[in-house]
């Protein structure tokens, strides 16, 4: 599951049909707006990292909507991702090792 925070900018008069507008995507949440500056909070919760990205391109596409920008990301395992770690950089193997790729 990856859960990403978003910043949403619309015009202030277009807060409320925006809002609505995030709300009807699937897996988006807003938390908190600004009237005054048509800033709007979002998360949003995706399967892949693929699904995340398209959803953030959908929010961007919405209508009003001047900025769409990820601000945080978190995510659990993600076969996409781990299958591909090099080798040095796996978790596993110890944080306190520095990888000799970013010792330099």
């Given at each position: 599951?990856?859960?990403?925070?978003?910043?949403?900018?619309?015009?202030?008069?277009?807060?409320?049909?925006?809002?609505?507008?995030?709300?009807?995507?699937?897996?988006?949440?807003?938390?908190?707006?600004d009237?005054?500056?048509?800033?709007?909070?979002?998360?949003?919760?995706?399967?892949?990292?693929?699904?995340?990205?398209?959803?953030?391109?959908?929010?961007?596409?919405?209508?009003h909507?001047?900025?769409?920008?990820?601000?945080?990301?978190?995510?659990?395992?993600?076969?996409?991702?781990?299958?591909?770690?090099?080798?040095?950089?796996?978790?596993?193997?110890?944080?306190?090792?520095?990888?000799?790729?970013?010792?330099?």
């Amino acid at each position: 599951m990856n859960v990403s925070g978003i910043l949403v900018v619309v015009p202030a008069e277009h807060v409320s049909s925006s809002i609505d507008s995030l709300g009807r995507l699937n897996g988006v949440e807003v938390h908190h707006c600004d009237r005054k500056t048509g800033r709007i909070i979002v998360t949003q919760e995706a399967e892949t990292i693929q699904a995340e990205v398209d959803g953030l391109k959908r929010i961007k596409a919405l209508p009003h909507v001047i900025l769409a920008e990820m601000v945080y990301h978190c995510f659990e395992e993600d076969s996409e991702l781990s299958d591909n770690v090099p080798p040095g950089l796996d978790e596993h193997e110890g944080l306190s090792n520095v990888p000799s790729l970013l010792d330099r």
